[in-house]
């Protein structure tokens, strides 16, 4: 009996100096930030914390996510540059601001159904327009992502990469949507329609309250609106189905979050 007691004694003291050696051996290899994994260090004010520990390399890591958002957002940019990119679309398709959909009931029901689909159609166009020259600058964001914003995106929700592009980008894309709605808002005579539908507007009898509204700024949010959530679509689509994509890279890096 004394002999199989200090035998398994001995069994459990050198299963518990393996463990703990293996702990070690983990922690040294994330703190020194050797071996395969995702093993960096993030700066805490004068002490550095381990991030995280994969068995994908941090290049890797950074490179796929660039590669996926890349494409996601090739892809929604050329999709809704396109005719009816926003106007075809539902989901989308920018409408009369809320404050005057009440307006544009009042004047189809006055006869100017024409004008008021016509009004519509130019605003649509016009983000249509400003989508195409959303790409350089998304691509300039996405290249500067690091392997935090990696961990971050890969740890996140199915749109976790978008929101931090909108986050990053929202203001840039909002100084050059702005000039370019506003041309294009000429271009289609958006301005000169709804000068047409409001000056019609405001000399019925029954108005009293006249319409005074930022056309220009509701367009570029609303077409920031329809940019985000269309590469948000292209984001979920890549996370459900890198294979999908046809590059091995993306392949390996989403597909080691669904393992």
Same mark, same amino acid.
Request: aromatic share 6%; with cysteine.
């Given at each position: 009996?004394?002999?199989?007691?200090?035998?398994?004694?001995?069994?459990?003291?050198?299963?518990?100096?393996?463990?703990?050696?293996?702990?070690?051996?983990?922690?040294?290899?994330? &703190?020194?930030?050797?071996?395969?994994?995702?093993?960096?260090?993030?700066?805490?004010?004068?002490?550095?914390?381990?991030?995280?520990?994969?068995?994908?390399?941090?290049?890797?890591?950074?490179?796929?996510?660039?590669?996926?958002?890349?494409?996601?957002?090739?892809?929604?940019?050329?999709?809704?540059?396109?005719?009816? #990119?926003?106007?075809?679309?539902?989901?989308? &398709?920018?409408?009369?601001?809320?404050?005057?959909?009440?307006?544009?009931?009042?004047?189809?029901?006055?006869?100017?159904?024409?004008?008021?689909?016509?009004?519509?159609?130019?605003?649509?166009?016009?983000?249509?327009?400003?989508?195409?020259?959303?790409?350089?600058?998304?691509?300039?964001?996405?290249?500067?992502?690091?392997?935090?914003?990696?961990?971050?995106?890969? &740890?996140?929700?199915?749109?976790?990469?978008?929101?931090?592009?909108?986050?990053?980008?929202?203001?840039?894309?909002?100084?050059?949507?702005?000039?370019?709605?506003?041309?294009?808002?000429?271009?289609?005579?958006?301005?000169?329609?709804?000068?047409?539908?409001?000056?019609?507007?405001?000399?019925?009898?029954?108005?009293?309250? &006249?319409?005074?509204?930022?056309?220009?700024?509701?367009?570029?949010?609303?077409?920031?609106?329809?940019?985000?959530?269309?590469?948000?679509?292209?984001?979920?689509?890549?996370?459900?189905?890198?294979?999908?994509? #046809?590059?091995?890279?993306?392949?390996?890096?989403?597909?080691?979050?669904?393992?």
């Amino acid at each position: 009996m004394k002999k199989a007691l200090v035998s398994l004694l001995m069994i459990a003291a050198c299963i518990n100096y393996s463990k703990a050696q293996g702990v070690s051996g983990l922690l040294n290899k994330i &703190k020194s930030g050797s071996g395969n994994g995702i093993s960096t260090t993030q700066s805490n004010g004068s002490t550095k914390q381990p991030v995280s520990s994969n068995l994908l390399g941090n290049d890797e890591v950074v490179r796929g996510l660039r590669e996926a958002l890349q494409l996601g957002a090739q892809t929604a940019t050329k999709n809704l540059s396109a005719t009816n #990119g926003f106007f075809g679309n539902a989901l989308i &398709k920018i409408l009369m601001p809320p404050e005057v959909r009440t307006i544009e009931s009042k004047m189809r029901q006055f006869g100017f159904g024409k004008l008021m689909d016509n009004l519509v159609l130019s605003m649509n166009r016009a983000a249509e327009d400003a989508s195409g020259k959303a790409l350089p600058i998304l691509a300039s964001t996405i290249s500067s992502f690091t392997i935090y914003d990696g961990i971050e995106i890969l &740890k996140g929700s199915d749109d976790a990469a978008t929101q931090l592009l909108k986050t990053r980008t929202t203001p840039q894309l909002t100084a050059a949507f702005r000039p370019i709605i506003s041309s294009s808002m000429s271009k289609y005579n958006v301005e000169q329609l709804w000068s047409q539908v409001f000056t019609s507007y405001n000399s019925l009898p029954i108005i009293k309250n &006249k319409v005074n509204t930022d056309l220009t700024g509701y367009i570029t949010e609303r077409a920031l609106s329809g940019l985000f959530v269309t590469i948000a679509q292209q984001e979920k689509t890549i996370r459900k189905d890198p294979v999908g994509t #046809g590059s091995d890279l993306i392949t390996r890096v989403f597909g080691s979050v669904m393992k």
